[in-house]
């Protein structure tokens, strides 16, 4: 990949793609470290005099965390210690004319690419270059920095569309991490546990169907949505929950799921208590996930799973095991992070949720392996899948333009 040591930006229009994709609570987003990695890279642009054009995304289509960028230019603002501008449209008349306005050290930041069905198009890369989105913006750039090491799992077209067409450099903390990852994914001792957690199940399936099929993780200790699915594949009864899990499409990994566990159950650890809130939003706990909504593991599980952490050699922490946001719910990621800083494992973590987590709760970062910004595009890795982002950066380091 070529790096910002390779790009002379001084006057150009350059289109920087970050992730700041952060926790959002009641429709307010988060101050998340991705923040002040992403200005690192922006404040080094603009200090070296280029026209910087941010785009970023957040959350996914009909979740509560969809909202507009406006937020984040403020607190991308308060990292880089310089205006970050914020239009909100991607590649329409607005965007383009604020665009045309950009002074040479100065920063714009476009709308949530995902509220434009461009974005997501489930094409190839060359496919996406043509979108108008794509071909649009590229058009009024002269190159293109993919800083979103966190989204490098995603073909989409913010992240593979543009190194079609324009000359793509990877920022300071894309460089970074992917080195890190690298290094440390070929650097792991047995016994390894791997911590799934969070509200993406997808991600959590595809690691444990690896890890669990490859031999690569001692225990797989799951929580969150997984935890859920987990338990329906055991055989539980999860009532009303199941029917949730349905309209989100989550339950077509069950039949898969439950071979996965007929063969490898006793490394694939389920919660066995939960957290839920009582008629007075009290925190509550309760051996049955079927009833009110669980927010997080109980107290037997994260004592459990931490026990499994402390006699470990290596752990991959994906995310929080239940809504640590909210501090009734903070019980088991405490926990089991507690565990994770006072063991001797070596340590991997990642993800929005997991960075704020690691703040909220102090973890002593001098005690973690590697921090990475990345949740998705670590398990993606950890997989032994390629990283589309990385490869559009690679092959553009090829190409003439
Ligand atoms: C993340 O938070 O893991 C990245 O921003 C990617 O988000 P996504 O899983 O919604 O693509």
Redesign the pocket.
Known sequence: MKTLDDLQCEGKTVIVRV?I?APVTDGVAEDSP?FKEAAETVKELANRKARVVILA?Q??AGDADFIPLKQHADLLSKQARKRVKYVDDLFGSKALAEIAKLKDGKILLLENV?FYAEETLDVPPEKLAKTLFVSTLASRAQAFVND?F??A??S?ASLTGFPELLPSYAGRAMAREYAAISKVASAMERPVVFVLGGA?PD?CFKLLKYAADNNKADYLLTSGVIGELCLIAEGKDLGAKRVWLEEKGYTKILPELEALIKKHGAQIKTPVDFAYKDSDGIRAETESAAGAPVFDIGSRTAKAYAEIIKRSRAVYFKGPVGAYEQPQFELGTRIVLKAIESSHAFSLM????TLSAIEKFGINRKKIGHIST????VVAFLSGERLPAVDALEKSAQKEY
């Open positions: 992730d994709n991705r995304h959350g996914r995902r979103a966190s989204a799992h995603r989409q993406k991600d990642g993800g929005g949720h990345a949740g998705g595009a």
